[in-house]
């Protein structure tokens, strides 16, 4: 028989669709700006405050949604997003320090569907703006970062040529190394200018105190964070953004500062534990027990303060070496890392390890925090806070090398998944060049105006409408078919951007639009090939037949061709260019199911399988 | 057996005249870019950034609107953290007293304006993504290339990487000749160019492909005139309702997405026309011929059809 499914075939199509659905319906119901009220000393508010701020919203001509009272906290839901602010300040003034004001973005989807975790996708920076930090980054230790990692190559260079040499010390832009006698110090010096030609060198003192003093030019002062602000820079971007399609705005702002903006974000601790973590990972050996002092250093566990280890100063590997990490589960539950090293990191790694099977291996948990202290000047009483940095590091663990290492090998040691996840996010993402700090966090209102919102919504809509209309005209009967399988199309396409959590711009929805208007192309196809067959004289279910048939290999060549384009473009592209790919392929997929299955299915439904003597197509 | 509704255009006949007015469109491109260069955006360049504390919540739009007819370009004007302070980004390279101005400007509307801080801020996209994207473009036609040799032949992956870099320069140009601006929603636009170009150039092709194989005659042009007009009723209805869209876009969309419109609309008609005419017509000095496609011993059926 011509024309018919089988049963499984419009099964799974319906279970495609229905879940398509369950997760696109969150859009329905999007977030709806609030206001949420507190009282300051941790007892529930009055009731009659409550009423006297709804009063006063309402004089000021805002519309307000909803009162919800949760845990002692009162929730005013209001329905348009300008009045936020507005209703904040007016709440906050009525209140006075009886009550902390916030503004938040209330969860307006039915619990049912919470309940398959289906959530809204968020709106851009654009539409309704989002939370913005102010970042600082640290210059000086970017230096002495720098400075470390030249003094570990440098020690290096100078045991290869067995050139004694005493103590290496940092300082803010200089460094110096401390030699046993004036002519150990001249030929370190030969020795060391041709390969770091940054510094410039002094020597200093005689015989048994000859040192040799490297401090950075400025131009590569310059360089030097110039780079720090750069790498951190793409970090950032790695991270906030990993699959392009979170539509942050991550940019520098004078010289030392990046404004990272981040649509829609309610968790804001959530986000500056993303944004500020400064993890990294240090790959050491243990130090043997005939090792020289001042080449080892004593550290402790993460998980027990009172085990410690002497390790080797010198680092194998650090987090930077990674090119890719994922979390996962050991055979015992326990969280783990994986990890992937670049080549150089596994010539490195393989190196260390062949020669020293049998000894202990480190891995080094570091992470840059600070402390801020408010400090009162006593002559004026001004208040400034002082932030104070520091460096935690601690042991997550230390194993024998069984065998030589390669290219990936695994972690263990974390104190839970949520750490693993986040380690392997940040090992992905690349390590910061240089640690940063909080100075400012505010809420931020949508870039565009009320009015350029509206009228792109209202274009799209329109062209959304001349599309449909567009396709009853030309196809009639098909046409409705067309249409049918077009909102399909769109239901599964909003279905999958939000489960990747993707961030909804202006730009987007046009974007959306159009992936809609070039989508009905398979259908065309497929239409105009059955137009032709019936033109060539065949009955109409062999039309049918034929029509899907013959237009299927460029319906499928196209598509494929289009596909590659966007799967290279995903894996090598970072950022905007990286989410249009992501956006690109699921346009493909879903149009693809709806347009080839979908459509034939309905098809197949109304004509398949009786006598029909024409088609309205 | 030719279908008696189908119109007979004769493409083939007009290609000499088609691949000049592809040769002026390119060469007019490529000068446009060279000498006049991109126009591009804040998300590209950066600029300043202004925050202002007002004595009371003032209107975004009537700033947006007032420092745009004072010449600003790119204005982005956003309350921050208060409705009573706001944030300015400027696409203007950044000097200590751009500062000073803007808020004088916004003081001589009468409103009581301070002046909180005013920086450079760098662009929105970073080096990685110019040199991470371009490489990835060529790698990915690279692929294509590959993919369109083996599934048609290598003459076909020519005509279409042809038409690909055609339309793309094209765009690329009508941004630089019209100085419009480029910023990263202009670029989406272009990857989108790609791959409407793409599916259009492999569904002629599909079609050029099957005339060649079961048609009788052994004249090329003819054969493609026939694919080409076959798929031509397709082709208007696919870029028809792409241009439908496009055209709500332009008209009513607003600032935000006109130069996105902009560059799709000039993408998909170059792009129409390159299908037919670069990727299709360029067969023809590449010397396309049937038993670059029929292999010798598979398709038994259809080799019988080469007869004489």
Known sequence: ?617 | MKPLSHLQIDFMGRRKFAYIVSAVMLIASIAAIIILKLNFGLDFTGGTLIEVRYGAAPSLDAIRVLLEESGFQDVSVQTFGASTEVLIRLQQAFDADVGGEVVNLLRSSGDSVNLVRSEFVGSQVGDQLRDQSGLGLLVALGVVMVYVAFRFQYKFAIGALLALMHDVIIVVGVFALFQLDFDLTVLAAILAVIGYSLNDTIVVYDRVRESIRTSRIDDMPQIFNEAINATLSRTLATSGTTLLVLLALLLLGGDMIENFAIALLVGIVVGTFSSIYIAAALLLPLKLSREDLIPTKKELDEEEEELP
């Open chain 1, 1 to 617: 028989m011509l024309n018919r499914y089988p049963l499984w075939k419009y099964l799974l199509i319906l279970v495609v669709l229905v879940v398509g659905l369950i997760y696109s319906l969150p859009n329905l119901f999007p977030e709806d700006p609030a206001i949420q009220i507190s009282s300051a000393q941790g007892d529930s508010l009055d009731e009659r405050q409550i009423e006297r701020v709804e009063t006063a919203l309402i004089e000021n001509d805002i519309d307000v949604k909803a009162l919800e009272k949760e845990n002692g906290q009162w929730l005013i839901r209001l329905r348009h997003d300008d009045d936020q602010l507005n209703a904040r300040d007016i709440a906050a003034d009525l209140l006075g320090n009886d009550a902390t004001v916030a503004l938040n973005l209330a969860e307006a989807t039915p619990e049912w569907l919470q309940a398959f975790s289906a959530s809204p996708m968020t709106l851009g920076l654009d539409l309704r703006g989002g939370v913005h930090f102010l970042l600082e980054v640290d210059m000086d230790a970017a230096l002495t970062q720098r400075l470390e990692v030249n003094a570990s190559a440098m020690r290096e260079l100078l045991r290869g040529e067995r050139i004694r040499y005493r103590n290496t010390e940092v300082e803010e832009r200089s460094l110096s190394i401390d030699f046993a006698s004036a002519e150990d110090r001249d030929t370190a010096r030969s020795l060391i200018s041709r390969d770091f030609p940054d510094f410039e060198y002094s020597s200093e003192g005689d015989g048994r105190a000859s040192s040799l003093v490297m401090t950075l030019s400025d131009q590569s002062v310059n360089e030097i964070q110039d780079y720090a602000i750069n790498q951190n820079l793409t970090t950032l971007r790695n991270r906030v953004n990993e699959l392009g399609v979170a539509e942050p705005m991550v940019q520098r702002q004078g010289p030392n500062q990046i404004v990272v903006e981040l649509p829609g974000i309610q968790d804001t601790v959530a986000a500056k534990r993303i944004v500020g973590a400064t993890a990294n990972l240090e790959f050491r050996l243990e130090a043997r027990p005939d090792t020289p002092e001042n080449e080892t250093e004593t550290l402790t566990f993460r998980n027990e303060p009172a085990r410690t280890a002497e390790l080797m100063r010198d680092v194998i590997i650090t987090g930077d070496s990674v090119s890719s990490a994922s979390n996962s589960f050991d055979e015992n539950g326990r969280p783990q890392v994986n990890i992937d090293l670049d080549g150089t990191g596994g010539t490195l790694m393989n190196r260390a390890t062949r020669t020293n099977i049998g000894r202990n291996m480190a891995v080094l948990f570091i992470e840059h925090k600070s402390e801020d202290t408010v400090v009162t000047d006593p002559e004026t009483g001004e208040e400034t806070i002082e932030r104070e940095p520091y460096v935690e590091r601690g042991l997550i663990s230390l194993a024998t090398i069984q065998s030589a290492l390669g290219n990936s090998f695994r972690i263990t040691g974390l104190d839970s998944p949520t750490e693993a996840a986040e380690l392997a996010l940040l090992l992905r993402s690349g390590s910061l060049a240089a640690p940063i700090y909080f100075v400012q966090e505010r809420t931020i209102g949508p870039s565009l105006g009320a009015e350029n919102i509206e009228r792109g919504l209202l274009s799209v809509q329109i062209g959304l409408l001349l599309v449909v209309l567009f396709m009853l005209v030309r196809y009639k009967v098909f046409g409705v078919f067309a249409n049918i399988a077009l909102a399909l199309n769109l239901t599964l396409l909003v279905a999958v951007m939000s489960m990747l959590g993707a961030t909804l711009t202006l730009p987007g929805i046009a974007g959306i639009v159009l992936t809609l208007g070039m989508a009905v192309d398979a259908n065309v196809l497929i239409f105009e090939r059955i137009r032709e067959e019936l033109r060539n004289g065949m009955s109409v279910q062999q039309a049918i037949q034929a029509g899907y048939e013959r237009a299927f290999t460029s319906i499928v060549d196209a598509n494929i061709t289009t596909l590659l384009v966007a799967v290279i473009l995903f894996s090598i592209g970072t950022g905007p260019v990286k989410g249009f790919a992501v956006t690109l392929s699921i346009g493909i997929l879903t149009s693809l199911f709806t347009a080839l299955m979908v459509t034939r299915a309905m098809v197949n439904l109304v004509y398949g399988s009786k006598p029909v003597k024409k088609l309205w197509i």
